[in-house]
């Protein structure tokens, strides 16, 4: 994206980061009613301060919005069906194929409009079951005269159904569950509004499920198409959705109005559109690609409000074929480098250490390769099991030697007379153990 890509950078520096200059915006309105796709009248009135509209745009069929009908249904949610007509030449031509779909978006306020661009241009094979193409994510900019600007941003995931009867099953693939408007949409598959299609084989019908809420705009549209009687209709399909922002004024970037005015361009930069097509690319897992469909679906919501974030520090120049951008750079600074000299005398050093240490404990006793501390703990733990005389703390009270075993003297030694103290030997003369005890 040239939003965030250096290449297109004049004279950037390697050593720095750019990013682009983002600010906080204000709504100037941010409920919607929703309109009709001739724009007569409302569909869904929603107390908003300004109308959405969406319409199919087709390049082999024409619409007839005069014999259009609506279906309300729950808060937020309705169904439109409109009739058209298909153009001959591109039915004679064209057998056995089908024409994608382009669902466009507009918005209309204060006497102003903003509308997403036609991307339709495809012939796909009637046959053919699932997505047809790459999601993609249209973005607009639209600035007002009166100063306010509008973002639109319409997320689409276009498919083919051969027939009515996989409907369900192709949904289901792409989707993984099934939502209100495709269970709605199912709905018109299966009862009379599709199953009793008119006897001109040029006659095709396109059903739109949308659901509103606050500035987003939910949509699966599909449109039925045939070649001849016998054949079976087949369903072409659109899910989108559409995220629209309308911001106060903001300030123009004072280093873009500067070179707007160095070109003989008014800096207030009104009446102005941008429009840019994001593709969505797919995931690959055990050798199979898949797109994550809930996450491209939120695309929409994310990608208008960071082109509504950038604000006036994007501005594209169309006739003077010039995007500007305004970026904060950042400086990377490259860290100590160790010389080289050091770094090898350092690995020299290791190798020198540890045929060293490989040579002494090969060559030297063991005692002397230790500390005197380990050198005389070991001698002392090595003694622990043999029968060297050896000093030990002997508490009188509870009759216990410091780890040795506890002697158990008899309460009934003979009588001593006066203060003659009393011998006895516990531990036989060739016992390995001895144990000497005075008793007073």
Known sequence: MAVNSTRSIPRA???????????EYELACDQFDFRAPNRTFLVLPNDGCAFITLSVSSIVARTDLSRMYTVQGSKGRVKVVIPALAIPEYHRLLPNMVADITVVSRVDYLDEKCLTPNTNTAMFDANHAGMTSSPKTA???????????????TTAIRFIVPSREMFRSVATSIFGMQDELVLGMEDSVNNSTLTTLPANVLEELTVMEVK????????LVCVWTRQTLAEV????????????????????????????????????WTNVTITMVLSHLPRVSNDDLFFAVPKILNAS????????????????????????????????????????WLFFSMIGVMVVCLFFWIATNLLVDAR??????????????????????????????????????????STSLPQASGDTTVYQDLAPTDSQDPLIAVAV
């Open 139 to 153: 973005l607009t900019k639209c600035l007002f005269t009166s100063g306010e600007s509008v973002i639109l941003s």
């Open 212 to 219: 509103v809420i606050g500035t987003e705009v939910a949509a």
């Open 301 to 340: 919501a994310k990608a208008a409000d960071y082109f509504a974030s950038l604000g006036n520090n994007f501005v594209l120049d169309w006739e003077g074929s010039m995007l500007y951008v305004a970026f904060d750079t950042i400086e990377i600074l490259k860290g100590y480098e160790i010389p080289r």
């Open 13 to 23: 520096v390697s050593t720095k980061r750019y990013r682009p200059i983002v600010s």
């Open 368 to 409: 002397h390769r230790h500390s005197l501390y380990m050198t005389v703990s070991r001698e002392l733990t090595a003694g622990e099991d043999g029968a060297k005389p050896r000093l030990h703390r002997f508490d009188p009270k509870t009759l216990k030697f410091e780890v040795r075993r506890r002697l158990i003297v």
């Open 233 to 268: 209709p087949h369903i072409t399909c659109a899910y989108t959705v559409t995220n629209a922002l309308i911001i106060k004024s903001q300030p123009m970037n004072p280093d873009v109005a500067r070179r707007l005015v160095n070109k003989g361009l008014n800096p207030s």
